[in-house]
């Protein structure tokens, strides 16, 4: 697994403008069926990963914390929203709540996530290839490639079950 992790930037790197035609093309004419066809493929992939072998979203990326995900997660810690925001949080150039820094503070030694149930709405969905209407989020799923083997393997096997 390490040595996939090592080799995802640059196999990514390499798709990158194979998988932006793609998608571009994907946006303009989305088929009918693609909605099912990535539930699918995001099931079938899913069930033979172990995102705990790899966690490189958790090492290398830092989520999105909404509104609702600082008031559940600063409740589970019996913090005040604003003491959780103080103590774990900074503002980004996009003005969104994300991670003062990374690898995430809530992942342990051995890929845990230590806030699992209350984890922000952004973790919980990682690394969105099941999403509704999923080819608006065209420009997310091409980084998400470079930091999740399933993404990878999902956009991979989604070109070849919808050649476009």
């Known amino acids: 697994?390490?040595?996939?992790?090592?080799?995802?930037?640059?196999?990514?790197?390499?798709?990158?403008?194979?998988?932006?035609?793609?998608?571009?093309?994907?946006?303009?004419?989305p088929p009918k069926n693609l909605d099912y066809v990535m539930q699918d493929l995001h099931d079938a992939e899913f069930r033979k990963t172990d995102c705990l072998k790899c966690a490189n979203c958790c090492k290398t990326t830092g989520p999105l914390f909404t509104l609702a995900d600082v008031e559940r997660i600063a409740k589970h810690f019996r913090l005040k929203p604003q003491q959780f925001i103080e103590k774990y949080l900074r503002i980004d150039e996009d003005n969104d709540y994300v991670l003062q820094s990374v690898p995430c503070t809530f992942l342990d030694h051995e890929n845990y996530c230590m806030i699992y149930d209350v984890r922000p709405k952004a973790c919980r969905e990682f690394p969105h290839t099941d999403r509704k209407k999923f080819q608006q989020i065209a420009n997310l799923t091409l980084k998400n490639v470079a930091i999740c083997p399933a993404a990878y393997t999902i956009v991979e096997e989604m070109k070849k079950k919808l050649p476009l």
């Open 1 to 29: 697994m390490d040595n996939v992790i090592k080799n995802l930037p640059k196999l990514a790197k390499d798709k990158h403008n194979e998988n932006k035609k793609y998608f571009d093309k994907l946006k303009k004419k």
